[in-house]
């Protein structure tokens, strides 16, 4: 009977201050196992942040950039310069001379063609020049060009130099006979053809405009067809070209 009236006195208690102490102690019991339990999973996770081996902190540069100043040489002050590197083109300076050309530039060693000429005999033109148009050949009997003048002179007559130069050649022709060159300089020389064998002058003799070569012969069996002429010719630079472009 008085075991009874305990049990209920416990009852009693627990249904009434007993549960909110009951209640303190489980609120209490979480409380500490879920304290426990976030420093075990915190401590497993978090990293540790101590520097390793020494401090750990970085050092940022000056980001600040001073442009270096250019100092622009004076084009009148500096001209003196380096010299080029080799398989490099040098740069010519505006006042660099010109290179000064003769205005007036001599043949050399030909001299020039003398303003002076005469005829070498007097008389009748027989046969012009004609190298473009073919003319009739009184000894062959056909039409030919013709590379110079024939001009009418008795045999024996006396053959003048055209114009001042040096005698170049003297020798037998094949078909125009005793011929006579003179070099007048500059690319002209003269010839005189079917002269009689016995000349005056021999390759080297300078001569004087009007200066005698020979006499009119009968040499040149080329043009025996024609009467008692001088053959003459004009030739500069190697090419024929008409005596009555020099000749008076």
Request: glycine share 12%; aromatic share 6%; proline share 8%.
């Amino acid at each position: 009977m008085k075991n009874q009236s305990f049990l209920k006195k416990l009852g009693d208690f627990a249904l009434g201050k007993g549960f909110y102490i009951v209640l303190f102690l489980c609120v209490a019991t979480i409380g500490i196992s879920g304290y426990y339990l976030l420093q075990t999973v915190l401590g497993s996770t978090v990293p540790d942040t101590s520097p390793v081996g020494g401090d750990a902190s970085v050092t940022i540069p000056d980001q600040s950039y001073t442009r270096p100043s250019i100092t622009i040489p004076d084009p009148i002050q500096n001209q003196e310069e380096d010299p080029p590197v080799s398989g490099q083109t040098p740069i010519v300076q505006p006042d660099d001379p010109a290179p000064v050309k003769d205005p007036d530039p001599q043949p050399e060693q030909q001299g020039t063609v003398s303003k002076v000429f005469t005829w070498p005999v007097r008389g009748a033109v027989l046969r012009d020049y004609s190298i473009e148009v073919l003319s009739l050949d009184p000894t062959l009997g056909d039409w030919r060009t013709h590379g110079g003048l024939d001009i009418a002179a008795a045999q024996g007559v006396q053959v003048l130099s055209i114009s001042a130069g040096t005698v170049d050649q003297v020798y037998q022709d094949g078909l125009m006979g005793t011929t006579v060159v003179v070099d007048h300089g500059g690319g002209l020389q003269s010839w005189y053809c079917n002269l009689d064998p016995e000349v005056i002058v021999e390759a080297g003799d300078t001569v004087e405009i009007g200066g005698p070569l020979g006499t009119v012969g009968s040499s040149a069996i080329a043009e025996v067809g024609v009467e008692s002429h001088l053959h003459l010719e004009t030739i500069l630079d190697g090419q024929p070209v008409d005596p009555r472009d020099y000749l008076e």
